[in-house]
């Protein structure tokens, strides 16, 4: 099984793009993680139109049998050990798992009817970017629970 993030955004900054790469490569090779950012487009245009263009550039790069969860502020929220249960059920699919990071305006509904889940990490609101480390580290530390790594403790 292979975890790849789609995320809208410009180029991060670079303490950013370390911290998601450090917690991809703790990642298992049979279940590695990896980021796919999609250039946002300029928001001077009619917002509509902006989450049109989003939702569409982030279409072409989900496979047909991808299993797609949606950072939604409207997702389920999961604590550490529910996400790892929720890991085991992914890797039980056989299926790669695509995780969604939408824009300033979130993500397009199209793409929130396409997705099979809907996680949301927090009622706070972050930046795109910064969660892509947050959703790196919490994959890294599912994982841990999984395997019995300390990496977690309760």
């Known amino acids: 099984m292979k975890l790849r993030i789609i995320s809208v955004g410009t ?41 049109e263009v989003e939702g569409k550039k982030i279409a072409e790069k989900i496979g047909p049998s991808d299993w797609v969860v949606a950072l939604d502020e409207q997702g389920k929220s999961f604590d550490s050990k529910a996400l790892a249960q929720a890991l085991d059920g992914w890797r039980d699919l056989g299926k790669d798992v695509v995780f969604l990071i939408g824009g300033a305006n979130g993500l397009s509904d199209a793409l929130l009817d396409r997705a099979n889940q809907r996680i949301s990490l927090s009622a706070l609101t972050f930046p795109h970017y910064l969660v892509r480390v947050l959703i790196a580290e919490a994959l890294y530390r599912a994982h841990s629970i999984c395997i019995g790594h300390p990496y977690h403790r309760d």
């Open 11 to 51: 180029k991060c900054p670079g303490w950013v793009r370390q911290g998601f790469d450090e917690y991809a490569k703790r990642m298992p090779r049979e279940m590695p993680l990896s980021l796919l950012e999609i250039p946002a487009p300029r928001h001077h245009q009619d917002s509509n139109k902006v989450d």
